[in-house]
């Protein structure tokens, strides 16, 4: 017999009764004690979709947000779908509808290709967007953020062919990228046609002449730091490009600061997962789907102050994890 467990990894011998365990399970054999996790492309996407639902006496539409949130493996031509109304202002709790693929796909919209790009005047890029069912609209990159958990492979090959990937708001697609560089380290400078430009050495070892401009517009913080170290050890701090390059290791000394809360944040998640795992074990039992999921997530809690990462979940349940800025801990998964 083993009592609550923590879930933090240890390794335990057991040895039981089969002829107990069996009349336990019902006569089943092994193979109904495994959770099945249905995989599915279409899980975590995101669609609208219109519902005709009952008010008071009479029948209204309302139009939802909807997500994908997992195949039913019941029916295998069925979806789960978390809908939000969109124009509920005191009424924006989710509510579960079952779809068919066939109704997801013709209200989901596919990305077919994309055309061209511009920026707008604040510096943000939008895409022209051809969709599967051949309509064309322009779409802001944040919003294509929200609407995909991966972005579409034709996203990424547009952005990585026409050099999005270090623009501001592109960043974000770099970790769906192949084969992706990382800065390392700036080991020259020059000036070339009027502009400074530094030597900068990647990860794979690769070496290339970047405008300083540049770094400090679409670079991360830590390449700005890099910089900065830089321009220190050369003694560079004077000049009207080099005197923006200064505070940026501030940032890091703020965020060793900023531990101690940040542990404190991830106590109180843990303790939050421990007690959704804990409720759902005694409403549903131990081999539920989501009792499975709600285990994982909360060892994946117990590294995350020691490892970093970030805790999996799908994405109804993350939409559980109160309040809300714990979700920064936690990545939307599809299973």
């Known amino acids: 017999m083993m009592g609550d467990g923590d879930l933090d990894g240890d390794l335990y011998f057991t040895l039981w009764d089969r002829e107990l365990v069996d009349s336990a399970v019902g006569g089943h ?69 079952d779809f068919a693929r066939s109704e997801i796909l013709k209200g989901r919209s596919m990305v077919r290709e994309v055309i061209c790009h511009k920026k707008t005047k604040g510096g943000l890029t939008k895409f022209l967007i051809r969709w599967e069912d051949k309509t064309e609209s322009w779409e802001n990159i944040s919003k294509i953020h929200n609407m995909f958990s991966e972005p579409p492979e034709s996203i990424l090959d547009y952005a990585s062919g026409h050099d999005l990937l270090n623009h501001r708001d592109c960043q974000w697609l770099k970790q769906f990228m192949t084969g992706s560089s990382t800065l390392v380290e700036v080991i020259g400078h020059r000036d070339y ?53 200064r505070g940026f ?21 843990r303790q939050h997962l421990y007690n959704m795992y804990k409720k759902n074990t005694e409403k549903c039992g131990p081999n539920d789907e989501e ?45």
């Not at 069925?78 to 124009?87: A, C, D, F, M």
């Not at 690769?206 to 405008?211: A, F, L, P, Q, R």
Request: a neutral charge; one cysteine or more; proline letters at 3%.
């Open 29 to 97: 054999d092994d193979a109904c004690l495994r959770v099945e996790v249905l995989k599915d492309s279409l899980i975590n996407s995101a669609f609208q979709f219109t519902k005709t639902v009952p008010c008071g006496n009479i029948y209204k539409s309302v139009d939802y947000d909807g997500v994908v949130v997992k195949k039913l493996k019941e029916y295998p031509s069925t979806y789960l779908v978390q809908g939000t109304k969109i124009h509920g202002k005191n009424d924006r709790e989710p509510e579960y509808f």
């Open 193 to 245: 046609q009027g502009n400074i430009e530094v030597c900068c050495r990647f990860d794979n070892g690769d070496e290339e002449w970047t405008s300083v401009k540049e770094i400090l517009r679409d670079g991360d913080k830590d390449d700005r730091i890099i910089l900065e170290k830089y321009a220190m050890k050369e003694e560079l701090r004077k000049g009207r490009v080099w005197s923006h390059i």
């Open 291 to 335: 009792t499975v999921i709600l285990g994982r997530a909360y060892k994946q809690s117990n590294d995350l102050e020691k490892n970093g990462g970030k805790v999996k979940l799908p994405w109804h349940l993350y939409y559980k994890i109160q309040p809300k800025k714990y979700r920064k801990f936690v990545d939307i998964t599809g299973v």
């Open 249 to 269: 290791w501030l940032d890091t000394t703020q965020d060793l600061l900023c531990m101690e809360d940040r542990s404190n944040e991830i106590n109180l998640l």
